[in-house]
């Protein structure tokens, strides 16, 4: 009796540890399924998510070509980068953008060199320099800027959109035939405007663009600064006179991200992302002729006058204007300055 009870207890143990043995064969079978799965079919990566903030709103000319620059984004590495627009200085005030960006409020932004000078005197030769963004990568001089950037600001200059159709000018509700006309007259400005007017002789007046209509209108100032593109779209068409050509410095927009984030970004990606820039500064190049012509055109339909300087006084107004913006960012960054000065102004 004692041995049938003995023979019972080992069959159950045998049976017991062969289904064990089973199980085990099982979900070994089952975990080398899931990795033979996970190799052949790996979890989608998680996106890295870019903010993007603008200092104009998201339909101003200005940013034309950084709206291109996301496009290509999205079709060559939609699967890993989205850049997500928040808005403009309704989210952060224009001229703190650069601030917030290298403290991480934001990733990614599409700002104007000038608008860092405080900080980063040499910024302005994204507005200065008298290459193209292709000729500047050859010369060396985005090597400089990139570092300076990264260096000073927590910021990776990544490249320009500008060509040489979409530059700065001045509308005015006086008729101008020489540089002189100039003297005494109440420009509203922005900074980039400043070192000219003071050399012309012109009281500069900060204001912003959403002022300028009632400004003109009331006769609150004789003039403005703006680009070649926008008048339409502000109105301002119907309360100004002239525009003065020619036109004077490329619109230096640049896309800038934030380094932290920058350096989060897988090496491949942030060489893809790299590739992509200098494809849009390729195309964003020539990208503005056309609508300036179209915007000149307009203008005109609604009663504006192009002045077209004389050749000595066109001469005169494009002289000035880079003597005078190098000259204010030399006096702050000496060497520096006088460098990249050299190696952006045609011989």
Request: proline content about 5%.
């Amino acid at each position: 009796m004692k041995k049938s009870w003995q023979k019972i207890i080992v069959l159950v143990a045998i049976t017991l540890f062969a289904l064990g043995l089973v199980a085990g064969c099982g979900q070994s079978g089952e975990k080398a399924q899931s990795g033979d799965a996970s190799k052949g079919e790996e979890a989608p990566k998680e996106k890295i998510v870019l903010r993007a903030v603008t200092p104009f709103n998201q339909n101003s000319p200005e940013h034309d070509g950084f709206w291109l620059f996301t496009e290509k984004v999205k079709e060559k590495l939609g699967d890993q980068i989205e850049i997500k627009y928040l808005g403009a200085g309704d989210v952060i005030k224009a001229f703190d953008q650069f601030e917030m960006l290298g403290k991480g409020m934001f990733e990614i932004g599409h700002l104007p060199g000038n608008y860092a000078k405080n900080v980063l005197p040499v910024a302005e030769t994204l507005h200065l320099s008298q290459l193209s963004p292709m000729d500047e990568r050859e010369k060396g001089v985005y090597e400089i800027l990139r570092q300076e950037f990264e260096k000073k600001m927590n910021i990776i200059y990544l490249g320009k959109t500008a060509g040489p159709g979409y530059l700065y000018s001045l509308y005015t509700n006086f008729k101008v035939n020489t540089l002189e006309d100039f003297k005494g007259k109440t420009i509203r400005t922005s900074p980039v405007y400043v070192p000219l007017l003071k050399a012309l002789g012109a009281g500069a007046v900060s204001m912003p663009p959403g002022e300028i209509y009632s400004a003109m209108e009331r006769k609150v100032v004789d003039g403005f600064g703006w680009p070649t593109l926008g008048i339409i779209d502000g109105g301002w068409a119907e309360v100004t006179k002239y525009r003065i050509d020619p036109g004077f410095y490329p619109v230096g927009m640049g896309v800038f991200i934030n380094k932290d984030a920058w350096n989060k970004i897988p090496e491949d990606v942030r060489a893809q992302l790299e590739e992509i820039m200098k494809e849009t500064e390729k195309e964003a190049y020539n990208f503005y002729e056309q609508k300036v012509a179209d915007e000149t055109a307009k203008i005109k339909e609604k009663g504006m006058e192009v002045i077209q300087l004389p050749p000595d006084q066109a001469e005169k107004l494009l002289s000035t204007a880079y003597e005078e913006g190098w000259k204010e960012m030399i006096q702050k960054e000496p060497e520096l300055g006088q460098k990249l000065k050299d190696l952006t102004t045609p011989k």
